[in-house]
């Protein structure tokens, strides 16, 4: 039998692949969003529907008396907008997936590697203590009202389009310049970083699955560069040498506190995961995984031919101007 699955959003950088995976494996996919977005273009098997994933009853308009197996919303990311999904699609579906993040857990990390027990706590981004709070709205459902939840947890998931800095093509417009480029920390801590293809072999695979109901699992590669070697692999495809210059998480933070919260309520810590939870039920994933140093390749080659995306920050640009000033070795 046939697996169907309604994606709400699905055009994004990470949604996209699962919903070329989802239709590469043979299931009945539906896309429901407002019809905006080219930039990812879907398959042609793929059912199109237009709605608000914010406005109900576009959504009930737009899905009339259709149920799924699977619902799987991209673009939820407050209690509100979940508690709107649980009494909208608490009959209409098999499967509720919530796309939370891994950065909702404890930060830093007590003990590595993180599994899908460890606990869930970020004091230093909103934007995680948000999915910790929908996270508990989905587990209250579910014991509470049967709730069919499962939710999913990504750490940094990227595709051909996204480098992995904040600044984004900033960063290689600097090393090609010749220009420093910042690194917080040493640039030795450690960090997960997992191609979209990827984690859409994972995600597929826990689609219409009972056994992944009342469950969490956390979707993430198996490799864990530097920050040291994830910079030098995006500057070997740029062509260039980089001139890193360290600087603490601390220091960015006061000089960019936007960045800083990123920096301190994730991306400074080391993060390595054990899949093992993911891999009993999907044992395909991570089988062929993408490594950073061809997918940084992938990356660049992509920006390079598509030069309308070659957008620099200017205030960022400023920033790492006035970071690198004050903390190059020289400069200290």
């Keep these: 039998m046939t697996v169907s699955v309604l994606f709400i959003g699905g055009t994004g950088r990470i949604s996209t692949s699962c919903v070329r995976e989802a239709v590469r494996q043979g299931l009945d996919v539906t896309v429901l969003n407002r019809g905006r977005t080219a930039e990812r273009p879907l398959p042609p098997e793929v059912a199109l529907l237009t709605g608000d994933a914010n406005d109900p009853q576009s959504v009930r308009d737009a899905l009339g008396d259709r149920t799924f197996d699977a619902v799987v919303n991209w673009v939820n990311f407050t209690p509100a907008q979940v508690q709107r999904d649980i009494d909208l699609f608490a009959d209409r579906t098999g499967q509720y997936l919530f796309i939370s993040s891994a950065s909702a857990y404890q930060t830093p990390p007590a003990r590595l590697p993180v599994t899908e027990s460890t606990p869930l706590k970020n004091p230093y981004w909103q934007y995680s203590r948000d999915k910790i709070a929908c996270e508990e709205l989905l587990v209250a459902a579910y014991r509470e009202r049967d709730f069919p939840a499962t939710i999913i947890r990504p750490s940094h998931t990227y595709d051909e389009t996204m ?14 310049a010749g220009k420093p480029v910042i690194v917080h920390g040493d640039g030795t801590s450690l960090w997960t970083i997992t191609h979209a293809r990827d984690f859409a072999v994972g995600f597929t695979g826990l689609l219409g699955r009972d056994e992944a109901i009342g469950e969490a699992f956390h979707i993430t590669g198996d490799e864990a560069p530097t920050w040291n070697q994830i910079f030098g692999w995006v500057a070997e495809a740029a062509g260039v040498e980089p001139n890193l210059v360290h600087v603490a998480s601390d220091a960015i933070a006061a000089a960019d506190p936007r960045w800083g919260a990123g920096l301190l309520g994730d991306k400074a ?47 960022a640009d400023k920033t790492m101007d006035w970071l690198a000033e004050r903390y190059t070795p020289k400069a200290m």
């Design 269 to 315: 810590h080391s993060m390595v995961f054990d899949n093992t939870k993911l891999k009993r039920l999907v044992p395909q994933f991570g089988l062929g995984a993408t490594p950073y140093r061809l997918g940084a390749r992938e990356v660049v080659e992509w920006l390079d031919a598509h030069p309308e995306h070659q957008v620099v920050d200017a205030d």
């Design 163 to 176: 480098l992995p800095f904040d600044g984004g093509w900033t960063v290689v417009d600097r090393m090609r």
